[in-house]
């Protein structure tokens, strides 16, 4: 009976993952939608900027509501920049150095 109601437990818990995902990928999705600039040219913009080449690229809404382009930039010196690119005007919004890593 314990193993039945673990098993369920576990599975509601994996439901609720999976349903996570579902909401965060609908909402890239929207947010692609109400980008005026394609992902291709807001990488180009952030590879410039910094002078090295993405590794990974994510849209987002940033803490004003704006939707940014959000682009993992790695330098010939292996250094790892976060550079933010307006998704309306493809203008670089800011860069920090991605000390995580």
Same mark, same amino acid.
Request: hydrophobic share 50%.
């Given at each position: 009976?314990? =193993?039945? =109601? &673990? /098993?369920?437990?576990?599975? /509601?818990a994996l439901g609720l993952a999976?349903?996570?995902? !579902?909401? !965060?990928?609908?909402?890239?999705?929207?947010?692609?939608?109400?980008? $005026?600039?394609?992902?291709?040219?807001?990488i180009a913009a952030a590879e $410039?900027?910094?002078?090295?080449?993405? /590794? @990974?690229?994510e849209v987002e809404t940033n $803490?004003?509501?704006?939707?940014?382009?959000?682009?993992? #930039?790695?330098? !010939?010196? @292996?250094?790892?920049?976060?550079?933010? #690119?307006? &998704?309306?005007?493809?203008? #670089?919004?800011?860069? $920090?150095?991605? =000390?995580?890593?």
């Amino acid at each position: 009976m314990q =193993t039945r =109601t &673990a /098993a369920a437990g576990l599975l /509601a818990a994996l439901g609720l993952a999976v349903a996570g995902v !579902a909401q !965060a990928a609908d909402a890239d999705v929207i947010n692609l939608g109400k980008a $005026k600039i394609s992902l291709s040219e807001a990488i180009a913009a952030a590879e $410039k900027h910094q002078g090295g080449k993405a /590794a @990974k690229a994510e849209v987002e809404t940033n $803490k004003d509501g704006k939707v940014v382009f959000d682009i993992e #930039v790695v330098t !010939a010196d @292996k250094k790892v920049f976060d550079v933010m #690119v307006d &998704a309306d005007d493809g203008k #670089v919004l800011g860069s $920090k150095e991605d =000390t995580d890593q």
